[in-house]
């Protein structure tokens, strides 16, 4: 679709911020010129507007899209372990192809609306393991949205489904799909054998992946890992070759300095996840330690990175008073470039010449003057979610006028709402998983 977008305010990047009073020329998915639109191309009008690069949630879990209100009747949880084992594990478990679906496209639904054009998906489904990943890039595909996915592999729920779920991955690597890439999808240390994190390892080698894996967000991580093999998780980790420039590591809240060093010398990411972080009362990662390659995700709470890099900031804050305005900006187009490379588009997260047409045209109507130098300020005080207008992945209009184009969403809601019904009441029949970490728990 060829398409000019006319009359706006162009943020081309992020990191360093750079506006620009230009026409956005798209062609073959593609941003073919910034300058004059010429007389005759599809016109979209972006007066008032401000046109930015579509945002990336480095870190997700998209079939946590249905959990919204979800009703809980055990004993509240007094730790991590328990909040898995009775919250989540559980909602995994009761996870079938058709809620997998339905899951997907609602968390695309909401990505989309609040601007987000990719996600990077961490999935489980043990009792529906196989295809799930095509059932998920199906989906999104759908919309219109842009993923990175992998499957959680795990010991957790028994030899068979750890298999299967190395199986998923590798088959999954191995597929093209326009909107979709792959990472190796690992759980965490702690739910991981030696033989099955080497097999996750060996797949993402063979595949030039990384390996997508949760990293010590919990003390127990660390407990179990030193109980287990006398090794800190990172240090486990690295000694299992899982650690590269490539690799994903979830959370880093419990590291020390030594795996910080060991983290930092591979080049690793670090997805951030702050609100989950917060919700889950796992403690704080010590995100100014970690590098220029800490990230933004959500850890499954929706896909709003407006909300997500407002809320790291502030928690940053607390930390730090001198945690520049900037911080945010950075680490949202960090996400964006980790995401362009396992992609294979490194351009992604900024609006020039040959950069996929990945924008969020937000209708901002500002009461203060906005420039290059205040845009940090802007973003945590003033933009929102709410001012997304239009949305493009690959130079189509997926969002229009805050409605999807691709499917009708009040209809899709109706349907993840039936979908919910029934996934509930399967719940209902799940006790709380018995899978223990190693080295005790502590409330």
């Not at 957790?156 to 890439?181: M, S």
């Not at 030696?194 to 003390?219: K, S």
């Not at 995401?339 to 109507?365: H, K, W």
Request: charged share 25%; net charge negative; aromatic share 4%.
């Amino acid at each position: 679709m060829d398409l000019a977008l006319t009359g706006g305010t162009v943020l081309a990047s992020l990191d360093a911020p750079a506006f620009l009073q230009a026409d956005v020329l798209i062609e073959g998915g593609r941003v073919k010129a910034l300058g004059v639109a010429p007389e005759g191309l599809p016109r979209r009008d972006c007066s008032g507007c401000l046109i930015i690069p579509g945002n990336v949630c480095a870190h997700t879990h998209l079939y946590s899209a249905l959990a919204r209100g979800m009703p809980y009747g055990l004993e509240p949880p007094a730790n991590f372990t328990q909040i898995l084992q009775r919250v989540w594990w559980r909602l995994d478990r009761a996870l079938d192809e058709e809620t997998v679906r339905a899951s997907a496209l609602a968390g695309a639904m909401s990505a989309l609306l609040s601007g987000t054009t990719t996600v990077v998906d961490h999935h489980a489904s043990p009792n529906a393991i196989t295809g799930s990943l095509d059932i998920i890039a199906d989906a999104l595909g759908e919309l219109g949205l842009r993923s990175v996915l992998c499957y959680e592999v795990t010991d957790r729920d028994g030899p068979e489904r750890a298999r299967a779920g190395i199986e998923e991955n590798r088959r999954f690597l191995a597929a093209q799909r326009p909107l979709a890439g792959g990472l190796m999808g690992a759980h965490a240390s702690f739910t991981l054998s030696a033989d099955t994190l080497a097999a996750c390892v060996e797949i993402a080698r063979d595949a030039g992946a990384g390996v997508h894996i949760h990293v010590a967000e919990d003390r127990a991580d660390q407990r179990d890992s030193l109980a287990r093999f006398g090794r800190r998780v990172v240090h486990r980790l690295d000694d299992a070759g899982a650690l590269n420039d490539r690799a994903v590591l979830v959370h880093c809240v419990h590291v020390d300095d030594g795996e910080i060093a060991a983290i930092l010398r591979s080049g690793a990411t670090v997805a951030h996840n702050a609100r989950s972080n917060m919700n889950n009362s796992v403690g704080r990662a010590r995100v100014g330690r970690l590098g220029e390659r800490v990230v933004l995700g959500t850890d499954g709470i929706g896909a709003d990175m407006f909300a997500e890099s407002a809320a790291a900031y502030w928690r940053g804050r607390e930390d730090d008073l001198f945690l520049g305005f900037a911080w945010p900006l950075q680490r949202m187009a960090a996400g964006a470039r980790m995401a362009g490379r396992t992609l294979g588009e490194p351009a992604l997260g900024r609006i020039e010449v040959g950069a996929p047409a990945d924008i969020t045209v937000l209708d901002y109507p500002t009461p203060t003057p906005l420039h290059e130098g205040n845009l940090a300020g802007h973003w945590l005080f003033g933009l929102s979610a709410r001012h997304v207008r239009d949305v493009l992945v690959r130079g189509e209009l997926v969002v229009a006028d805050r409605r999807l184009t691709r499917v009708d969403q009040d209809q899709l809601a109706a349907q993840a709402r039936t979908q919910t019904e029934r996934l509930w009441r399967r719940l209902e029949e799940i006790g709380p998983h018995e899978f223990e970490p190693a080295g005790g728990q502590q409330p």
